[in-house]
C-alpha cells in the first residue's frame, strides 16, 4: 500500500483547522504549511501533527507547490482548512493506495454555506484534483483559482469532500479584496475588455448564470446570496481591471 502525506496550507485559521486536521488522521503523515499565522492557529495544529513548516505566501499555487517537495511520501492529498475528509472518502483513498491505477484523482465537492448545502448553481457541480502523485502534479501558478496540472492519468472518486466555503457574508466580503484582484491580474494579462458595458454585462451573466440557468434559485435565500455576490466579485474585478489600464496609461 502506498503511504500517504496529507498536506494543509493555512492562514489565521483557528476556528476551522481542528475539525480540519481531525478528518486527516487517517494519513501517513499530517504536513501543514502556515503563512505566519497570527492567531491560534499552530496552537492547535501542533495537537495533531509535529510537522509544520511556514512559508510567506505568494499565491495558492505557489505555497502549494512549495510544499509538495516537503511532504515525505510519495503520495499526497492537498486538504484547505475548510475542507472535511469524511470517513467514507478517507476509506476510499486507501483503497485507492493499495492498488492505484492512475497518476491523480479527482473528488467532488460538497459545499456548505451558511449552515445549508447548497445543491444547485455554479457550485453543485464543484470537483478538484486533489490526490496525486507528487512528482506527476504541478499546480498553476496562477493569482487565483489555481488547479493541478497532471502528467499523467487521472481517475475519479466516487466520494466527496465537505467544503465549508464562507463562513459568513462579511467573510467573502474580506475576501473578495483578494479574488477580485487576483482576478485582474490574469484578465489583465490574457488581453480581457474592460468596457463600462463589458464589466455590466459580465456580472449579469454571471447572476443569471447561477441563479436561472444552474437553478440556484432552488437553494432559496442561500442560491440568491451567492448569485448575487459571484455578480459583485466579477464586477469588481472588471473594474480593477479597467482602473488598472488607466493608471498603465498615465
Known amino acids: 500500500m502506498q503511504r500517504l502525506t496529507v498536506i494543509v496550507p493555512c492562514f489565521n ?25 497570527t492567531d491560534r492557529t499552530l496552537e492547535i495544529a ?25 511532504a515525505s511520501h510519495e503520495w499526497v492529498l492537498v486538504v484547505d482548512a475548510d475542507e472535511r475528509v ?25 459545499n456548505f454555506f451558511l449552515g445549508k448545502e447548497i445543491l444547485h448553481g455554479t457550485w453543485s457541480a464543484d470537483k478538484v484534483l486533489r490526490l496525486f502523485r507528487r512528482d506527476k502534479g504541478k499546480y498553476e501558478e496562477k493569482p487565483v483559482h489555481s488547479k493541478v496540472v497532471l502528467n499523467g492519468r487521472a481517475g475519479h472518486c466516487r466520494e466527496a469532500l465537505l467544503h465549508y466555503t464562507y463562513q459568513s457574508v462579511d467573510d467573502w466580503l474580506r475576501k ?25 454585462s459580465r456580472a ?41 489600464r488607466r493608471k498603465a496609461k498615465t
Request: glycine residues 8%; negative net charge.
Open 13 to 37: 485559521e483557528e476556528t476551522m483547522i481542528e475539525d480540519c486536521l481531525a478528518s486527516v488522521r487517517f494519513a501517513d503523515e499530517i504536513l501543514v504549511v502556515d503563512s505566519f499565522s
Open 46 to 70: 501542533r495537537r495533531h501533527t509535529n510537522r509544520i513548516l511556514q512559508h510567506e505566501f505568494q499565491s495558492h499555487g505557489a505555497q502549494n507547490n512549495w510544499a509538495l517537495p516537503h
Open 86 to 110: 469524511t470517513p467514507e472518502l478517507a476509506e476510499e483513498i486507501r483503497g485507492v493506495l493499495r492498488e492505484p491505477d492512475c497518476d491523480g484523482y479527482w473528488i467532488r465537492r460538497r
Open 176 to 200: 473578495i479584496h483578494r479574488f477580485s484582484t487576483g482576478g485582474a491580474i490574469s484578465a489583465m494579462e490574457s488581453g480581457a475588455p474592460s468596457s463600462g458595458w463589458y464589466m455590466f
Open 204 to 244: 449579469c451573466a454571471r447572476v443569471l448564470k447561477s441563479y436561472v440557468f444552474k437553478c440556484g434559485f432552488l437553494d432559496g435565500t442561500e442560491g440568491l446570496i451567492i448569485a448575487f455576490m459571484q455578480g459583485y466579485v466579477v464586477f469588481v474585478k472588471y473594474a480593477k481591471l479597467y482602473e488598472m
